[in-house]
């Protein structure tokens, strides 16, 4: 049988920065509440991690960027809510914000996540914000998942 490496989901040792975005901060909250309640959960302390507000999900790849190159984090969790308008703005954003936090992962060597939800209306963001399924914890999950992983691949530094 081949030899299967996997995380496990345990936040307990480990540092996790979350970028926030304020823009449609009634659902960007609500997915900052999600995160810090999976982290939480799953045995950080408050200690164990920084919450940084940023003004859209524009900004967060710039900020996980900065934040990665610290050093100071096993992880990073980006969350914020793009909601469609009648413009094509909404395209230019969420594409910017996915493609800046997947080269931030790629070239920090961290686990950089992808928490910003991206939907045609607010119920759609409210359903994905809500208490049974809210995207924040999906993110804080995986990024806990991914750290452990991380630290369980027997690769060369």
């Not at 992880?75 to 996915?98: D, K, M, N, Q, W």
């Not at 991206?118 to 809500?130: F, K, L, P, V």
Request: glycine share 8%; hydrophobic share 45%.
């Amino acid at each position: 049988m081949a030899k299967v490496i996997q995380g496990e989901i345990q936040a307990k040792g480990f540092k996790f920065g979350i970028i926030v975005s304020r823009f449609n901060d009634f659902i960007s909250n609500r997915l900052l509440e999600g995160a810090l309640d999976a982290l939480m959960k799953h045995g950080a302390r408050d200690a164990d991690i920084e919450v940084v507000k940023v003004p859209g999900s524009f900004e967060i790849p710039f900020i996980a960027k900065k934040m990665a190159l610290a050093k100071k984090y096993d992880a990073i969790v980006c969350l914020g809510a793009v909601i469609r308008g009648g413009t094509p703005h909404f395209e230019y954003i969420s594409s910017e914000a996915a493609k800046g936090i997947a080269t931030t992962a790629l070239e920090s060597g961290i686990p950089v996540i992808f928490g910003v939800i991206t939907t045609d209306n607010i119920e759609q963001a409210i359903e994905r914000a809500g208490a049974k399924n809210n995207k924040g914890w999906d993110a804080a999950m995986t990024a806990m998942e991914m750290v452990s992983l991380m630290k369980n691949l027997p690769l060369k530094k």
